[in-house]
């Protein structure tokens, strides 16, 4: 599996004052570090991120795949990172799809994507339907597998912080590479960027795992992505479950230990 971490610090420790059962004392905290990043595509400002200062080619690229500003054929010519701000230039000029979801003050993912007359409605989303091999079969036991060995790996910042969400890209019951952050769709943002970046190439085989909630928004994240399946620790919602069955993707939630809740097309697991 690739490392997606490197020596970059991740945590700060802060002053707090805990009080338990009637007792107060002053002590150290272990807190997660968030920092604020500009995303500028050809030189005009696209995007405004509040996230985890860690994995940003991938987190830019990423983004401008998945919230359509670029295509999967584009040829990025450059990826260049100054303080705060993440500029990446592709070979054609794209300047008249900027700033349509940038904004200074308000950073919240769906409300900006709202603004940009990004969200479809569901006509619109016959676009992200992908014709998946009848024949694709994953096996139970693997998807345990892969996903005890997925806490593992992401247990660490989790625990000290209670802050960061993971995704992790996987095939068969191995994992290819984990990425993490503040947010959880900056996480699929990652995963997306370091497929463009290392060429991975898509095919029935692989599937994600994360530990966020399933929600619309992460559903279309993911269909841009491509999955045959989907594995989350945590919970879908109605919406995400009705794109993701229309859109032949099998939906595992609640996949804790050796147990796991199907939502959508059962037929792909093998018992």
Not at 60 to 89: A, C, H, P, Q
Not at 210 to 222: D, F, G, N, P, V
Not at 228 to 252: C, F, G, Y
């Amino acid at each position: 599996m690739e490392n997606s971490r490197n020596h970059t610090v991740l945590t700060s420790l802060e002053e707090v004052t805990r009080y338990e059962k009637g007792n107060v004392k002053e002590d150290k905290d272990i807190v997660i570090i968030e920092k604020n990043y500009k995303l500028f595509l050809n030189n005009s400002p696209v995007y405004n991120f509040y996230c985890l200062p860690l994995n940003l080619e991938e987190l830019g690229i990423g983004f401008l795949l998945n919230e359509g500003f670029v295509s999967d054929s584009t040829d990025f010519k450059e990826i260049s990172m100054e303080e705060n701000r993440i500029s990446i230039y592709t070979s054609s000029d794209t300047s008249d799809t900027s700033m349509h979801t940038f904004n200074n003050n308000n950073n919240n993912h769906f409300n900006n994507r709202i603004k940009s007359g990004k969200i479809k409605d569901d006509k619109s989303k016959q676009i992200y339907i992908q014709d998946s091999p009848p024949h694709t079969s994953f096996e139970a036991e693997k998807i345990v597998e892969a996903g005890k060995y997925f806490k593992e790996l992401t247990s660490e910042l989790f625990e000290k912080t209670g802050s960061v969400h993971s995704s992790a890209l996987c095939t068969g019951g191995k994992i290819i590479v984990v990425m993490q952050d503040i947010g959880r769709h900056n996480t699929l943002d990652k995963i997306m960027g370091w497929i463009n970046l290392n060429k991975f190439k898509r095919d029935e085989n692989f599937y994600i795992i994360t530990t966020a909630r399933i929600t619309a928004s992460m559903a279309e994240k993911l269909l841009k992505i491509g999955p045959d399946l989907v594995v989350s620790r945590a919970a879908p919602t109605t919406v995400a479950i009705e794109k993701l069955e229309k859109n032949n993707v099998t939906l595992i939630g609640f996949s804790r230990g050796e147990r796991f809740n199907i939502y959508t097309h059962p037929e792909r697991i093998s018992f």
